[in-house]
């Protein structure tokens, strides 16, 4: 609890809970469908992907905006190189074509003494570019035989009426969390964003840590394009598109902080949740879906507030 | 003041930060078991020498030897593994860590689980109470809370306790009693022949020129980001040492034992 406030996750679980209840008494029956809460859970959990790499990243005081665009390209290497390569193959090009970008922008951030704002947007530009050139806009399918892998099945199919990708994201923001909060690693990554300067004063190699942060972040990314293909294997060169804006909302939404060294996993899952669920009941109250975004803003001022007052409450530096 | 081969040996260093020339071809021996007071003028360039000692700035030109090896590479990383530990002025914690966390930052003692180093936080939590509780933290801070709450002088005691922690060869000290009260100041300056008298190196910045001259055994003055002086204690008066300073350090030379 006391870990929950301090990470400033309290405002995203908040959220969550009067999100819930408005939802319950506003459009009960529209809410609580099989239809909705199922997409809800599927799309929140690939969101949620994104996002956790995103926090990370924000932790260390930098930001991504390529999460998009490395979604959508390491989606379509998996559904183009799969002819060629088989799923297992097409997966793995597909994952380290993520980690390549990651590595390339960290690199340049850090190398270059470059701000990330203008590095990844760079990022999202360049890996845009390369889906439309390498796709020619066209539409791509995975045949019979590659939907009917296990590997895909296992990646995009279902248990028990709940999406695989649910389960992905349980069992890797475990791991995430444990990673951010009980490790060496974690400890130096929360230091470089919440004092780069000491940190570095005590032996840590920030800048090792903000290149592994960014290719982390594009794994994620990477591995979320991949199990919404794996769940419906048809490639489109806006795949992904505007994603980075979502990610950072969920990521400030779940408490993340842009100042640094504060954020946790669970909030950037919760903000994931939030940030989904506004699109599905805007859809499900039959609000046209440009609404959507303006939503968005407006919860995502509304959280960053919230936490701010929380932030200076606590007596944080914001 | 022995006579082996000086421990950290700076010879003719220059640092420019952009155009500003902050160190003037600095050339000074240090040697293990000798306490020496780095004094001068607010912004003489104290805290920017010490700061190539630890590796957080290269200089731009000159070299450093350590124990008789040539530094190639300047990093913190670096400097605390051969053994040279560092109070600094201005920087060191982390305001979102706790003091756990910040007292063992970049050494995180680790239990291993199916192979993945895990933080010991059991460890981390009693030990550093254990050393900084007797640097003068009271005992309603808990280890858990984070640096950003605490006062300078909590700040300080946790960066001295760590140092303490951790000695190794070399123990800098830059402005430490800082934020410290009257008792605290003391146990600190035990601390620092306790130290040298260990066989540790211990160079220790101060403004209180009385004070430091009592504990070191030799003074290097600097001004305008150059070495102005180096004398034994024994060779200076504290009144003519803080002469030295106030007019500059001009006069000097002929008391240069160096
Ligand atoms: N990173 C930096 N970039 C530019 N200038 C710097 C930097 N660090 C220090 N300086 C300048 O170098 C000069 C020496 O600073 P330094 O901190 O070494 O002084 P000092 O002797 O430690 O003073 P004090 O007693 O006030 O701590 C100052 O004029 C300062 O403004
Ligand atoms: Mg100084």
Known sequence: ?318 | MTNDHPLIQVKNLDLYFGAFHALRNVSVDFHAGELVGLVGDNGAGKTTLIRVLCGIHAPTSGEVFFDGRKVEKFHPKLAIDQGIETIQQSVGLCDNLSIARNFYLGREPVKRILGIPFLDFALMREKSARVIRQFGLRDNVSTDDEVERLSGGERQSVKIGRAVEFKNRVVIMDEPTNHLSVREREHVNELAVQLKEQGLLVIYITHDIFQVHKLADRIVIMENGAKVADASTDAMTAEELEEVIRQGGRVVEKRETA
Not at chain 1, 162 to 170: K, M, N, P, S, V
Not at chain 1, 185 to 195: D, E, I, M, P, V
Request: aromatic letters at 8%; glycine letters at 12%.
């Open chain 1, 1 to 318: 609890m006391k870990h929950l406030v301090r990470s400033q996750g309290i405002g995203a679980v908040i959220g969550v809970a009067v999100m819930l209840a408005v939802f319950t008494l506003l459009d009960f029956s529209g809410w609580w469908t099989v239809q909705t809460v199922s997409n809800v859970t599927q799309f929140a959990s690939i969101l949620a992907f994104v996002t956790m790499g995103e926090a990370l990243v924000i932790m260390t005081k930098e930001i991504d905006l390529s999460v998009g665009s490395v979604y959508g390209l390491a989606g379509v290497s998996f559904i183009t190189l799969e002819p060629p390569l088989g799923v297992s193959g097409s997966l793995l090009v597909a994952l380290l074509i993520a980690a390549l970008a990651g590595l390339v922008q960290g690199v340049a951030v850090v190398k270059g003494q470059l701000p990330s704002m203008i590095v990844t947007l760079g990022g999202l530009f360049t890996a845009r570019g390369i889906i439309y050139v390498w796709t020619g806009g066209s539409v791509h399918n995975f045949s019979p035989d590659a939907r009917a892998h296990p590997l895909t099945r296992l990646l995009g199919g279902e248990l028990f009426g709940i999406e695989a990708a649910t389960f992905w994201l349980i069992a890797i923001a475990a791991l995430l969390g444990l990673l951010l909060w009980a490790t060496p690693f974690g400890n130096r990554l929360l230091a470089t964003g919440g004092g780069r300067e000491s940190a570095e004063s005590r032996g840590v190699r920030t800048e090792r840590v903000k290149i592994v942060t960014f290719v982390l972040c594009s794994l994620l990314a990477g591995f979320a394009g991949i199990l919404t293909l794996c769940n419906q294997p048809q490639t489109h060169v806006t795949l992904g598109e505007n994603m980075e804006l979502e990610a950072i909302s969920a990521a400030v939404i779940g408490g993340c902080l842009l100042t640094g060294g504060r954020g946790s996993i669970l909030g950037a899952i919760l903000g994931a949740l939030i940030v989904v669920s506004f699109r599905y009941e805007l859809i499900a109250l039959g609000a046209p879906s440009s609404w959507y975004i303006t939503f968005v803003g407006v919860v995502l001022v509304a959280a960053v507030i919230f936490n701010q007052s929380l932030a200076r409450r606590l007596g944080h530096s914001v």
